[in-house]
């Protein structure tokens, strides 16, 4: 199930992407995008931008909505543990013995 929905949400990213990048530039402050030749052409006109903003609405939700799903099966997928609930026989089996003796290699 995880692989499926990871699948759409990673088809639904280079969608989103892919779209916002179509769009034509609203930054008229920077001498950008707005009127002139460059992209006008392309996809010009109202009703194709209604359409691409729709669409980017659509596809910003389904992300949004395969993202939460990613974060809820993977939080099922994991025990609900915390670091204040190691037991007593945990801690102490990974703490060394304690060596009275040093151990000093032969030199032979």
Do not use: C
Request: aromatic share 4%; net charge negative; no cysteine.
């Amino acid at each position: 199930m995880q692989e499926i929905v990871l699948v759409v949400h990673l088809i639904l990213t280079i969608s989103l992407v892919i779209l916002v990048l179509i769009q034509k530039s609203s930054g008229g402050a920077l001498g950008i995008g707005g009127g002139g030749g460059g992209q006008g052409g392309m996809m010009a006109g109202r009703s194709s931008a209604t359409f691409l903003t729709r669409v980017t609405t659509y596809i910003a939700v389904g992300f949004f909505v395969t993202s939460m799903g990613l974060a809820v099966i993977a939080k099922q997928q994991t025990a609900d543990s915390s670091v204040f609930d190691v037991d007593k026989k945990t801690i102490e089996q990974t703490v060394p013995e304690d060596r009275t003796e040093p151990v000093i290699p032969d030199s032979e």
